[in-house]
């Protein structure tokens, strides 16, 4: 295709000879300027229902890439379900210090350790609602976490409340995130116990056992088995709406990959790691919580591979880096074959197949 051509032999090159961060943001200020307009209709064996909510196509832009809500109709445009975006935090805060984004072309992967940049709530917050009034179609999650040296439990669940309320009545689901490896001490509340005591000092304006948004929690996939095992127990029993699995990693030799800054992992080194992971989630959680799958997706094979391991919805980042904006609709296209080659009907009817 000519867009993929002029992409790979043009664009990218350019994009390339400039610092990670700076390509991005250029990128991201282009991408800003698209003007609303209506999405391209998707083959109906793509649509998903999950929380109520119909997605077009189960294929979602992983948070990270539009941090603040800038490009939501470039997204829609480009063919995605759906977008999550953030992380947000409550107060705007710069992250850390830069150099803080690496690509690593030979592995198609990156390396990050941004610390949450954000513009705030309040900012992000004007922005979706104008959004909505516009009346994208596109379905918006919404990531949340603390602001820097705010992962103390009074603190942390002080953060999270103020974001709840002020942003998840405008998201189609809400996303904790507590798994970044970038913000010290945030791992550190996966530990069931702490997510337990976390949740209970939500749950009265949100999820669980609130009327909030659809709730989900991001987790790590370098935890250990046995913590996996107790993670997913306290999300069924705390009522979560799904977990999204996972996030960057904080693993190198094990994935074939050697780089000193530290930082967490994306990309394709991630499907070593991740597809397994969301079929353990699925099998331990006896296929009622939903999940999202995100990591190293680049084809419509990887995206199918994640469904068949459980995933209801699948997200992306990294690949859009490296193949550029005709890479959703070659997914979508890709994934649709496979559904009707296999003998499916709809996304739904192949979730889990192949996570035994």
Known sequence: ?????????????????????LAHRLTL????????????PDPPELGVTLWNRRFANPIGLAAGMDKDARAAWAWQALGFGFAELGTVTPRPQPGNPRPRLWRLPEHQALVNRLGFPSAGMERVGRRIRLLRRAGIGLRLGINIGPNLERTGEESLAEDLLE???ALGPLADFVVINLSSPNTPGLRAWQAPKRMRALAEKIAAPGKPGGDGPPLAVKISPDLDPESLREVVRAARELKLDGLVVANTSAQRETLGVSFPAPGGLSGAPLRRLT???????????????????????????????YIRAGARLVELYTALVYQGPTLVRRIKAELAALLRRDGFASVADAVGGGAS
């Open 163 to 165: 974001l709840i309320a």
């Open 275 to 305: 597809p397994s992971l969301v079929a353990q989630v699925f099998r331990l959680s006896e296929g009622a919580l939903p999940i999202i799958g995100v990591g190293g997706v680049a084809s419509g094979q990887d995206a199918y591979d």
């Open 29 to 40: 200020g282009l991408l800003a300027l698209a003007r609303p307009q209506e999405a391209r």
């Open 1 to 21: 295709m000519a867009e993929e051509f002029i992409y790979s032999k043009l664009v990218r090159p350019l994009l390339f000879r400039l610092d990670p961060e």
